[in-house]
Each structure stands twice: as structure tokens, then as C-alpha cells.
């Protein structure tokens, strides 16, 4: 809760992945990969309630197995893998009303934590802003990215006056997609969480890791069998 308006989160988890097939639900450290944000969410101070949302009655069954609230199944238009995201946050809205505050959690982002929860959160209300998405610094910069045109030669993605050197870089970030958040109101008439009114949360590169791949979910197990990274979704 932020002061009298309450907070909902929606975990959304399709079936059908066809990069990773069945990824929402394989294992992960001993548990399923949407089982960490459940617990995540579950952790957090300021969210009232967390809904999971899948057109996928497996997903289902195993979300209500480690705790999720399950209110409703998706409709099917919303898990084609083409259907805006923004969509299927806006359905939990409209089926769960009451709420000022929406957060969107990705189970494809497991290393995210709680206090990454609520520091997203706080940090829009620090700041005023209607919205706030976590990000991480980029591992390349677009300052160092290059277009090839159709003769093979490099033209610079940023123009020919870019930096010479890795120190004069300016700074660069990316969404990681482990944190959405918006006031509830406000994403009914923008449907997108980010424009030019939000602001953003830096979360570490260990704690952002999102699963899109196989490689990913290797380097995932990898991760979590060497304890390299938090792995309490309440750290």
C-alpha cells in the first residue's frame, strides 16, 4: 500500500513459449521458474495483492501449488505470444478494480528481488511520476554500434562524432523487464508503461537476468547452483 491507495500486481505466465518450450513452469534451483516471483511478490511491503494471470491450466496448477492467487483464467486472444503485454496488465485491472497502483512482474525475470519490488515503487512516488520501470546498465554501448549498409561498409549508430574511448562514454541503460509500474489510472489512457513521464530504477546486472533463451536458462541454473547472485526473494 502507498498511504491509503492499494497496490495490485499481476503475474502474467502464457503457455505455448516457443523459444524455451514450457519454461514457466521447468526448474529452476529446485522450484519452478514462476515460483520466484510468486514469492517475490508474496515478500513485498507495498503490494496489496498479486494475481497470476495464464491461459494454461498447467501453469495454473503448478502458480496455485506454490501459493499464487489464481482469481481467473486469461482468454485466449490474450496468449498469443502477439498480444501487448499492456493488454493483458489491463485485464487484471479490469477484473481485479480497486486498485490506484499496478505493478507488472515477468516471471522471466527471477532474480529480482523484493526490495527491487519496492524500490521501484517508492522510487515513482519519490519522484511524482505516473510510472517506473527497472533497467541496468548496458553491457555494450550504442555509442559503439555500427549499421552495415548493403556495400558492407560500418556507418556508426550514433553518428560520426561518438566517443574515442571507453571513458568518455556517457552512461547507457536498458529494460531488463523485472519491474513495471504505473498508477492505474494513468495506464488506462497511455497503455504503455514507458513515455516520456517515467523514470527509472537501476537494478544490478547480477539481479537482471531475463530468461529468453535456452542459453539463458542455463546461465539462470548456473547462477543459482554457484551462488553468485541473492537468491532470497526477500535479499
Known sequence: MIGSERVLAVIPARGGSKEVPGKNIRDAGGKPLIAWTIEAARLSRRIDRAVFSSDDARIIAVAREHGADVPFVRAARLGDDRAPMQDVVLDAVERCPGYEWIVLLQPT??????????????????????????????????????????????????????????QE???????????????????????????????????????????????????????????????????
Open 169 to 235: 562514454l556517457p552512461p547507457v541503460f536498458v529494460l531488463n523487464g523485472a519491474v513495471y509500474v504505473a498508477r492505474t489510472d494513468w495506464l488506462r489512457r497511455e497503455k504503455n508503461f514507458v513515455t516520456a513521464e517515467t523514470v527509472a530504477y537501476e537494478m544490478p546486472a547480477s539481479r537482471s537476468l531475463d530468461i529468453d533463451t535456452e542459453l539463458d536458462f542455463h546461465y539462470l541454473k548456473v547462477l543459482l547452483a554457484a551462488r553468485d547472485v541473492p537468491v532470497s526473494p526477500a535479499t
Open 109 to 166: 525475470s527471477p532474480l529480482r528481488t523484493a526490495a527491487d519490488i519496492d524500490g521501484a515503487i517508492d522510487r515513482c512516488v519519490q519522484m511524482k511520476a505516473p510510472s517506473c520501470v527497472t533497467v541496468c546498465a548496458a553491457h555494450e554501448s550504442p555509442y559503439w554500434m555500427y549499421r552495415m549498409g548493403r556495400d558492407g561498409r560500418l556507418e556508426p549508430l550514433m553518428g560520426p562524432d561518438s566517443p574515442g574511448n571507453r
